[in-house]
C-alpha cells in the first residue's frame, strides 16, 4: 500500500513547476508580483513551498505564464492537495516548533540519513524510551501532552513499513546505547527492538565506537531527507534541531557539507554486522 501523499511535499512540487513556468514565459518575479498584486518575496516564498497558492492567485498565473490546458489542470491538482491537511496536523500544539515542516518532508522521503549523538532517533524508538525522554525536559510535559507525542512518534514509524518504506540510514554514536534511559528495563527494550529494526530490509545501522575519537559531526546531531518529486526533480533538505527551534536548510553549500560529514561518519563507523553484535553486547552489560 503506497503511503499518503504529503500536502507539503506538494506544496513544494507546485511551486518548483510554477518557477519552471515563469521561466520559460521568460517573466520576472517582480512582473508576476504585480499581476497578482503581491510583493516578490511573496513570489519567492510561492516558488520555494515556503506558503500556499490561493486559488485565484493560481489562475492569474497561470494565465500570466501561458501555461497549457494540461498543465493548468495538473497545477489545480497540486494546489488542492497542497491545501489538505496532513495526519501531524493535529498535534501540532504538542509539537517541537518547525517539526511539522519536517514532519511533512519526512512523510514522502525517499530515503533519510540521520546521524544521533545523544539518544536513538525517533523513528527507531520504542514508546516507553519516548516517553522517559520527553519526561525529563526542563519544563516538563504534561501527561497528556506526553502521550500526544508519543502517539505522533509512533505514527510517524509508519514511513519505516509498506510496501514502499523510505530507505532509513542511521549512525549512532556508541553514547546512544551506553546511556540508560528511563531504566535498566525500558533500554534494554530499545536496544532490542533496535537490533530488530536493523535487520530490516530498508533500514541500515552503523554505531559510531568511541575508539573512533575525534570526528566530523562532534556539532551534533542531523538528519537529511531525500524527496523524489518526480518530474519537478529530487530534492534534498537538512534539519537541526535545538532547544528553542529548528532549523531546515536546502542550499546547495548546506547539503554538500553534511553528506560528506555523513559519509566520513559512515566510513568510520562499525559495519551494519558488528554494529548489530556491538548492541547486543550492550544490552547485556545493562547496570
Not at 255 to 282: C, G, N
Request: glycine share 6%.
Amino acid at each position: 500500500m503506497p503511503r499518503p501523499e504529503s500536502p507539503t511535499v506538494r506544496r513544494i512540487m507546485l511551486g518548483i513547476r510554477l518557477r519552471a513556468l515563469r521561466t520559460r514565459a521568460g517573466i520576472t518575479a517582480d512582473d508576476a508580483a504585480r499581476h497578482i498584486a503581491r510583493t516578490d518575496s511573496t513570489i519567492s516564498r510561492m516558488e520555494t513551498g515556503q506558503t500556499s497558492v490561493p486559488a485565484r492567485v493560481l489562475e492569474r498565473l497561470v494565465e500570466l505564464y501561458g501555461a497549457t490546458p494540461d498543465e493548468t489542470a495538473q497545477l489545480t491538482e497540486l494546489a488542492k492537495a497542497a491545501r489538505q491537511r496532513g495526519w501531524w496536523q493535529r498535534y501540532g500544539e504538542v509539537l517541537h516548533p518547525g517539526f511539522e515542516l519536517y514532519l511533512g518532508l519526512e512523510a514522502e522521503a525517499t530515503e533519510i540519513d540521520i546521524y544521533a549523538n545523544e539518544w536513538v532517533p525517533g523513528l527507531l524508538q520504542t514508546p516507553e524510551y519516548a516517553r522517559a525522554i520527553m519526561s525529563v525536559e526542563p519544563r516538563r510535559p504534561s501527561d497528556e501532552e506526553i502521550q500526544a507525542r508519543v502517539e505522533a512518534r509512533l505514527a510517524r514509524q509508519a514511513i519505516l513499513e509498506g510496501d514502499e518504506p523510505a530507505q532509513y540510514w542511521a549512525v549512532l554514536s556508541e553514547a546512544v546505547l551506553r546511556r540508560v534511559v528511563g531504566s535498566s528495563e525500558i533500554m534494554a527494550e530499545q536496544l532490542h527492538a533496535l537490533v530488530a529494526k536493523a535487520r530490516k530490509r530498508n533500514v541500515k545501522l552503523q554505531v559510531l565506537p568511541f575508539s573512533c575519537g575525534a570526528h566530523p559531526a562532534v556539532s551534533g546531531a542531523f538528519t537529511m531527507v531525500t524527496l523524489d518529486l518526480g518530474e519537478a526533480a529530487v530534492a534534498e533538505y537538512v534539519y537541526v534541531e535545538n532547544r528553542a527551534g529548528s532549523l531546515l536548510m536546502d542550499k546547495t553549500a548546506e547539503i554538500e557539507i553534511h553528506r560528506l560529514t555523513f559519509d566520513a561518519l559512515r566510513a568510520d563507523a562499525l559495519s551494519p554486522e558488528k554494529s548489530i553484535t556491538l548492541i547486543e553486547k550492550a544490552a547485556t552489560e545493562l547496570p
